[in-house]
């Protein structure tokens, strides 16, 4: 059983994303007694997670799901007693389009980790030339790298399975999770694992189905790749925030902090309100570019490292329809516009066909994610420039030309990290520096991982540093340095 805190030492969140709402939790778990605090400088809590509930509609206007695989999406949801209301991706039909010219076709059945293992969808694709399919095969006689260094994601597959592969298969599905540009991204920060598989199986089919196997002999039947609660991400946002209020924390909404001090024992965290809060700990669960300004008077190298971790601008555009106003039957979950094509939405999702009890009966919701790394100028526009573009995407693409019954636009400025080359250097300079401050701990998805399941686990490992932090100091031992985040 682990001893309650007696004096109350007083721990401030700074953040109330998921990651930072995933550190308060896990204090209160590991150091029960602890007064936390969690400031954000929003109006509400949950950060990129945009749940909206209302006339039969559900709209996440950020995530809309985790990957099952990463461990702590479920295990979060599991801990809060959401498990079972986690809901899979509707299973029929399980495809998407990919756009090539003026056609949306079908992605190849058999995509693992980005990468085609499915040799007969791939044959018939006409995605790609049989010059592109040929040269996809090559990867089957192309010796593997071995010598460790990094290379770009797009460089790595251009390198494997050529050109056509790239822009055509795997860029989009890469972009659909990063907002990023291939070349820019480093493998080794976004897919280290194929790697890997390259340098121990000799190719990057071979150590992807490799792999596979190996995950699917010890997993029994299928799991689902992506699940979320049926009422959407917002619950666990709810279920946290209820928990946290139960516990006694304070949250402080609508109060953005300006600076974190060192003072003797701890920190002081200014708001920008000018009060000063006293921290015997300090969790920086912010963006990245966030925390390097923050922690600017605590450690100009780390401040500038955090800073450093360039950051992509998209939106979302949620648009719903009576079934009558869409000509096309949607037989799938949406497509991908390739950065080769040129066009200013990245993708649309066919919401309503790949959850369940997204839209009322008899109406379609979808979504149009508009903006990539690098074309920062098309969110310069207002919120009707954003609808404009969307809505001219789903007409040329899909015919609709009725004005829809429900608007909605999300913007997300500076709003996804980029793990580009040199990353995996700048995240391990971050901590060894935090490392160097025992009363802090930084957290979120700029450093390890882009996902849900990243957020969550950034956040309770800062959540855990902090608690040994309280720990130690109860039982009156020296404070330390801990591990790195
Ligand atoms: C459009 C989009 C779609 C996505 N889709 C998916 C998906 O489907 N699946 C998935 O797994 N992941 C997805 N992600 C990623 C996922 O949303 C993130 O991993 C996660 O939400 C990050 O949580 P966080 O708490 O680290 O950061 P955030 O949610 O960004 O929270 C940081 C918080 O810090 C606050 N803050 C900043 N500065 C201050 C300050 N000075 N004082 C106080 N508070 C401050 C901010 O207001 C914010 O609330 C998506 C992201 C985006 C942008």
Same mark, same amino acid.
């Given at each position: 059983?682990?001893?309650? &805190?007696?004096?109350?030492?007083?721990?401030?969140?700074?953040?109330?994303?998921?990651?930072?709402?995933?550190?308060?939790? +896990?204090?209160?778990? +590991?150091?029960?007694? #602890?007064?936390?605090?969690?400031?954000?400088?929003?109006?509400?809590?949950?950060?990129?997670?945009?749940?909206?509930?209302?006339?039969?509609?559900? &709209?996440?206007?950020?995530?809309?799901?985790?990957?099952?695989? *990463?461990?702590?999406?479920?295990?979060?949801?599991?801990?809060?007693?959401?498990?079972?209301?986690?809901?899979?991706?509707?299973?029929?039909?399980?495809?998407?389009?990919?756009?090539?010219?003026?056609?949306?076709?079908?992605?190849?059945?058999?995509?693992?980790?980005?990468?085609?293992?499915?040799?007969?969808?791939?044959?018939?694709?006409?995605?790609? $030339?049989?010059?592109?399919?040929?040269?996809?095969?090559?990867?089957?006689?192309?010796?593997?790298?071995?010598?460790?260094?990094?290379?770009?994601?797009?460089?790595?597959?251009?390198?494997?399975?050529?050109? /056509?592969?790239? /822009?055509?298969?795997?860029?989009?599905?890469?972009?659909?999770?990063?907002?990023?540009?291939?070349?820019?991204?480093?493998?080794?920060?976004?897919?280290?694992?194929?790697?890997?598989?390259?340098?121990?199986?000799?190719?990057?089919?071979?150590?992807?189905?490799? #792999?596979?196997?190996?995950? =699917?002999?010890?997993?029994?039947?299928? *799991?689902?790749?992506?699940?979320?609660?049926?009422?959407?991400?917002?619950?666990?946002?709810?279920?946290?925030?209820?928990?946290?209020?139960?516990?006694?924390?304070?949250?402080?909404?609508?109060?953005?902090?300006?600076?974190?001090?060192?003072?003797?024992?701890?920190?002081?965290?200014? !708001? +920008?309100?000018?009060?000063?809060?006293?921290?015997?700990?300090?969790?920086?669960?912010?963006?990245?570019?966030?925390?390097?300004?923050?922690?600017?008077?605590?450690?100009?190298?780390?401040?500038?490292? !955090?800073?450093?971790?360039?950051?992509?601008?998209?939106?979302?555009?949620?648009?719903?329809?009576?079934?009558?106003?869409?000509?096309?039957?949607?037989?799938?979950?949406?497509?991908?516009?390739?950065?080769?094509?040129?066009?200013? =939405?990245?993708?649309?999702?066919?919401?309503?066909?790949?959850?369940?009890?997204?839209?009322?009966?008899?109406?379609?919701?979808?979504? &149009?994610?508009?903006?990539?790394?690098?074309?920062?100028?098309?969110?310069?526009?207002?919120?009707?420039?954003?609808?404009? &573009?969307?809505?001219? /995407?789903?007409?040329?693409?899909?015919?609709?030309?009725?004005?829809?019954?429900?608007?909605?636009?999300?913007?997300?400025?500076?709003?996804?990290?980029?793990?580009?080359?040199?990353?995996?250097?700048?995240?391990?300079?971050?901590? $060894?520096?935090?490392?160097?401050?025992?009363?802090?701990?930084?957290?979120?998805?700029?450093?390890?991982?882009?996902?849900?399941?990243?957020?969550?686990?950034?956040?309770?490992?800062?959540? /855990?540093?902090?608690?040994? !932090?309280?720990?130690? +100091?109860?039982?009156?031992?020296?404070?330390?340095?801990?591990?790195?985040?």
């Amino acid at each position: 059983m682990i001893p309650t &805190i007696a004096s109350s030492p007083s721990v401030v969140v700074l953040g109330g994303g998921i990651s930072g709402l995933a550190a308060a939790y +896990r204090v209160l778990q +590991r150091a029960p007694g #602890a007064r936390v605090t969690i400031v954000e400088g929003e109006s509400r809590l949950g950060g990129k997670i945009a749940t909206e509930r209302g006339d039969g509609f559900l &709209i996440e206007s950020g995530p809309d799901s985790f990957l099952a695989a *990463k461990p702590r999406g479920v295990g979060l949801c599991e801990e809060l007693g959401l498990g079972p209301e986690l809901q899979a991706i509707t299973p029929r039909p399980h495809r998407a389009y990919v756009l090539r010219g003026s056609r949306l076709l079908e992605l190849p059945e058999g995509l693992t980790g980005l990468v085609p293992t499915k040799l007969g969808p791939l044959a018939k694709t006409p995605l790609l $030339s049989p010059r592109g399919k040929a040269r996809m095969a090559l990867d089957y006689a192309i010796p593997a790298r071995t010598d460790g260094e990094d290379e770009p994601l797009g460089g790595f597959i251009r390198r494997r399975l050529g050109d /056509e592969a790239w /822009e055509r298969l795997v860029e989009p599905l890469m972009a659909g999770i990063y907002a990023g540009d291939g070349d820019l991204l480093s493998v080794m920060a976004t897919f280290p694992q194929l790697r890997q598989g390259e340098a121990a199986h000799g190719g990057l089919i071979r150590g992807v189905l490799a #792999a596979k196997a190996a995950s =699917a002999a010890g997993s029994g039947p299928a *799991k689902p790749a992506f699940l979320t609660p049926r009422e959407g991400l917002g619950r666990l946002v709810e279920r946290l925030e209820a928990r946290l209020r139960a516990a006694g924390v304070e949250i402080r909404l609508g109060v953005p902090a300006r600076q974190v001090r060192e003072r003797a024992g701890g920190a002081e965290v200014v !708001l +920008r309100s000018g009060e000063a809060l006293a921290a015997d700990a300090v969790i920086v669960a912010t963006q990245a570019w966030a925390a390097g300004e923050l922690l600017a008077g605590v450690s100009e190298p780390l401040a500038a490292d !955090l800073r450093a971790i360039p950051y992509a601008s998209s939106a979302i555009v949620s648009l719903a329809w009576p079934q009558a106003d869409v000509p096309r039957v949607l037989e799938a979950h949406g497509y991908l516009n390739p950065k080769v094509e040129n066009r200013a =939405a990245l993708a649309c999702t066919w919401t309503s066909q790949k959850w369940a009890g997204r839209a009322p009966e008899g109406h379609v919701l979808m979504r &149009i994610f508009i903006g990539r790394f690098g074309r920062e100028e098309l969110l310069a526009g207002d919120d009707s420039d954003l609808e404009r &573009i969307a809505r001219d /995407e789903v007409r040329e693409r899909l015919g609709i030309t009725a004005a829809p019954e429900l608007a909605r636009v999300q913007r997300w400025p500076q709003g996804m990290p980029q793990f580009l080359l040199g990353h995996p250097e700048r995240v391990a300079r971050i901590e $060894s520096e935090a490392a160097g401050i025992p009363w802090l701990a930084i957290a979120g998805n700029a450093y390890r991982g882009v996902g849900l399941p990243d957020a969550i686990a950034s956040g309770e490992a800062a959540g /855990e540093r902090i608690a040994a !932090l309280l720990r130690r +100091r109860q039982a009156g031992e020296p404070a330390g340095t801990g591990a790195g985040l």
